[in-house]
């Protein structure tokens, strides 16, 4: 079914997954990609490498799991398309496929996953879901190429001509859903054998006579869906037979297994809560959202999938504080963390720690994501690690890149760099949100002394809850030592319940 | 028989994967019959005797060796329909459970020329087959090959596109002024110029008295209209038979809405009351669609595999054989004249004595072309040319 898969690793999986140069996926069969819009019929004959292989998989899925979080937000397919702009560029360049390459990708990527998800029933049922969702939003975007492509894939449908839409006119205008009298002649209809699409015949919704439906143009999204999802639904059940028979523990499997990982815990685990931050959402939230220190250690777990202890403590902390819950931090942290060791591995070793912070194991008491003071006097990072406060403990020189990196300008760094060299850490805390946030100086009119605060104001500000410029009539603070809280930290706590320094830290 | 449910194609083909099920007296199911050829078929029927035969669906393999195969599974099956009286029960005004007279019968060829009109017309389905059940029920079987091959969900679909009555007695049907799909227009047309449905309307009595015409008239949306067509009604009491005053009542609404009826009446030069407004411009089809519109049991229809009762089965309780209809003469059809198995014996040792033919086996097939049981036969055969021409 597939062409041969490039074995560029050794025997450890690991291997598997590091970075190695990309082979750009060769170009065989011309005219395949020459249309937009694939009804998957056949599978790609491509070369693909491993690396590509979990790659391209990852950003379908993504793609998919973005447009199922839309469709929770916009119910109705009018909106549903109305806001297909707001995806980001990576998912909306798969999902416009406006080049050939996309279009590949698209082809191979689509196969990759009918592969993860073809092994339960619910897993089918929800990525044909969403293939369709998929699929319903680009074939509505064709201009002009729906023809085209009924065309090309046998439909069997027949051009209603003028004068014989004319002389039933009062038969369809009030059989045909949507079509009135005023606008039955800009509409081009067609006839299609009732057998293509059950749905209109059950709700009646369209005109029928001796066995041929009526169609406008309008409806000829329910034709198309109906043979999509017939054709995932039979090719799915063939794949899953095959899987059996082909020897793919080793090397496949494992990673198939993990996009369904992702795909399937997110749906599951979508909370009624609607604060629930879901680990899609986490990327987005970093970016805006996120305290300096809470970013950093986000970007070191996206580049090396771990992280240790107390970075690990620090941001599962936090994450549970902004409302994350327990299944999602799981689900987060298992999918990074598994694209350097095995799920079971992370579920002896790791998994627990997560459940302790939300009070289900050992003592069954939730911990407090940490404030500023407690992440700033306990537990000092090492060269090697990511927590901490980077106000605090970052090398000046090293946080000023940061900065810029960031946005920040120089006279901005470096006013934030005098702030963390008198010790006033907080003050430069909330310098970086008020210039991320495009505020004025003094503009939040607090000085941000917890995560957690940081990422609400962020939140507020955002959402509009809250003025850009609430603080301005306030006196700018005089210099102040970090505070204390009365809360004193419980340092005594996390050490002796589960220690797993001794697990291997790579 | 064997004739038809072959459809032509080769017997390993087609009839060895026919599910049979055998009926006896205690209601003892005897599943997954399959017979290579008709031989076979009589010669198990005479040794096992069963008292009625139902007929499933083809099947993968053939469904004798059911338990050796862990995909069997149905693959075609004629469309079916079961409509019965007692789907009825809660309209009907003579009768109720497993009664029947006369009057509520009526209902049966209704029902037959609506869905024999709706499956024709509208899904243009040709080959079909329509059996007295024997006691108070008809079914049809659709033997088009597209019908046949329908999976579950189209059997669904049809038979949806097909039902107007939901849940205990509610009709789908606006009552308000929204354009109504060609399919309950259709139809209305054909219940309303029936004879059957006149005579129904008078004999079930609905327009008698108010206690009677009262809920009726609550279809109506608009009040006043209403209270209009109240007086009207009252004002009627001529003392001609009962019957006169209904059929009077329901002319008045006749001529009120129904858009054919009005149309020649104008033509004719009789002047009438003007056109009912928009609110309840439906009322009159959501009468005559919820009182009359067949109901039907979805559940048959829909599943591929559901055994439904062989045509010329002897119902176990009248008697009655299981006769094919012509539903272009079914208002005519009477259920006093339909074979009885009593009868047929008599008739059937008439014609063994006046016979003098020494040939056993072609004395049994003419045998029964000297009984009542021909002209069904005849039917059944003319069905059966038909579809082995197409």
Redesign the interface.
């Given at each position: 079914m597939f062409g041969d898969f490039q074995n560029k690793s050794s025997r450890r999986d690991n291997q598997f997954l590091t970075q190695k140069a990309r082979q750009s996926i060769s170009v065989k069969n011309q005219d395949i990609y020459e249309h937009k819009l694939s009804l998957y019929t056949d599978p790609p004959n491509e070369t693909v490498s491993l690396l590509d292989f979990r790659d391209l998989g990852s950003l379908r899925l993504d793609l998919l799991r973005k447009i199922e979080g839309l469709r929770e937000k916009y119910p109705t397919f009018k909106e549903l398309q109305e806001n297909i702009k707001t995806l980001d560029s990576g998912s909306a360049k798969l999902f416009h496929l406006l080049d050939e390459e996309t279009r590949k990708q698209d082809h191979i990527s689509h196969f990759i996953l009918r592969l993860a998800f073809c092994q339960s029933p619910e897993q089918t049922k929800w990525f044909i879901q969403q293939e369709l969702d998929l699929f319903k939003l680009r074939f509505e975007s064709l201009k002009h190429d729906k023809i085209e492509f009924l065309r090309r894939y046998n439909f069997n449908l027949t051009f209603v001509s003028e004068n014989e839409k004319e002389s039933l006119r009062s038969r369809l205008v009030p059989s045909n859903v949507g079509i009135s009298h005023g606008n039955l002649q800009t509409k081009a209809f067609f006839k299609v054998y009732f057998t293509e699409a059950f749905d209109l015949v059950r709700h009646r919704k369209v005109y029928l006579n001796r066995g041929y439906l009526y169609i406008s143009q309008d409806e000829l999204i329910a034709i198309v869906s109906a043979r999509f999802r017939l054709n995932m639904a039979t090719g799915m059940a063939r794949e899953f037979k095959h899987l059996g028979f082909i020897q793919e523990e080793e090397r496949l499997l494992p990673l198939l297994k993990a996009l369904t990982h992702r795909g399937y815990s997110n749906k599951e685990y979508k909370a009624q809560n609607s604060q629930d931050v879901t680990p899609d959402m986490v990327e987005g939230l970093a970016n805006t959202s996120f305290p300096l220190c809470m970013r950093q250690i986000h970007s070191r777990l996206r580049t090396d999938h771990h992280l240790r202890h107390f970075a690990r403590r620090q941001y599962g902390l936090f994450l549970k504080g902004i409302g994350m819950s327990l299944e999602s931090s799981l689900a987060f942290f298992r999918d990074e963390f598994t694209k350097q060791m095995d799920a079971d591995k992370f579920n002896k070793q790791y998994a627990y720690n997560i459940r302790h912070h939300y009070g289900k194991e050992g003592r069954q008491v939730e911990s407090q994501p940490f404030d500023c003071a407690k992440i700033i006097l306990t537990n000092p990072p090492a060269a090697q690690d990511c927590h901490g406060c980077p106000y605090r403990h970052s090398d000046p020189d090293v946080l000023a890149q940061k900065l810029e990196r960031l946005g920040i300008n120089k006279e901005q760094a470096s006013q934030m760099l005098q702030l963390s060299k008198n010790n006033q850490y907080d003050k430069a805390c909330t310098r970086f949100f008020e210039y991320t946030h495009r505020m004025p100086e003094g503009g939040l009119g607090h000085v941000i002394t917890h995560p957690n605060q940081y990422f609400d104001l962020s939140r507020q500000v955002l959402e509009g809850k809250r003025a850009k410029d609430a603080g301005c009539s306030q006196q700018v603070t005089v210099i102040k030592k970090p505070e204390t809280t009365s809360e004193q930290p419980e340092i005594n706590e996390e050490e002796d319940d589960f220690n797993d320094d001794t697990v291997m830290d790579i | 028989m064997f004739e038809w449910l072959s459809y032509g194609l080769k017997p390993q083909d087609y009839i060895f994967r026919r599910e049979f099920a055998f009926i006896f007296e205690d209601d003892a199911y005897l599943r997954y019959q399959s017979f290579k050829n008709e031989h076979e078929f009589r010669t198990q029927l005479s040794k096992s005797q069963p008292f009625k035969i139902d007929i499933g669906a083809v099947f993968n393999h053939e469904p004798r060796d059911h338990k050796k195969f862990t995909d069997f599974r149905a693959q075609e099956r004629e469309l079916v329909f079961d409509i019965d009286l007692t789907d009825y029960d809660i309209i009907r005004n003579c009768c109720e459970g497993a009664n029947m007279c006369s009057k509520c019968w009526r209902w049966i060829p209704i029902a037959v020329k609506v869905l024999d009109f709706l499956l024709r017309?509208?899904?243009?389905?040709k080959h079909l087959l329509w059996v007295f059940s024997g006691r108070r029920g008809i079914h049809c079987w659709v033997s088009d090959e597209?019908a046949r091959k329908?999976n579950n969900?189209?059997r669904?679909?049809?038979a949806?596109?097909l039902s107007l009555i939901s849940g205990e007695n509610k009709i789908g049907v606006g009552r308000k002024n929204e354009?109504?799909?060609?399919?309950i227009?259709d139809a209305y047309d054909t219940i309303v110029s029936l004879d059957d449905f006149e005579k129904l309307v008078i004999e079930q009595g609905w327009f008698e008295n108010e206690s009677k015409w009262e809920p009726i008239l609550k279809i109506c949306d608009d009040l006043q209209t209403r209270d209009e067509i109240n007086a009207q009604f009252s004002a009627i009491n001529d003392d001609d038979a009962k019957g006169s005053l209904s059929l009077k009542r329901w002319r008045i609404l006749k001529r009120r809405f129904d858009e054919k009826f009005r149309a020649k009446l104008e033509k004719s030069g009789e002047k009438l009351l003007p056109p009912p407004v928009p609110e309840c411009k439906n009322f009159l089809k959501a009468f005559v669609l919820l009182y009359a519109y067949p109901r039907l049991d979805v559940n048959v229809s829909t599943g591929i595999n559901h055994l439904l009762k062989s045509p010329f089965c002897i119902h176990p309780s009248t008697g009655n054989v299981a006769v094919p209809v012509n539903p272009k003469t079914i208002e005519r059809f009477k259920i006093s004249d339909v074979p009885r198995v009593d009868k047929l014996v008599t008739e059937l040792k008439k014609v063994v004595k006046s016979s003098e033919d020494t040939d056993k086996e072609n004395r049994k097939i003419l045998y029964y072309k000297h009984t009542s049981l021909n002209h069904y036969i005849e039917l059944f055969e003319a069905f059966v040319k038909n579809l082995r021409e197409d």
């Open positions: - | 017309e509208h899904f243009g389905f597209v329908l969900e189209g669904m679909a049809v949806e596109y354009p109504l799909h060609a399919m227009e």
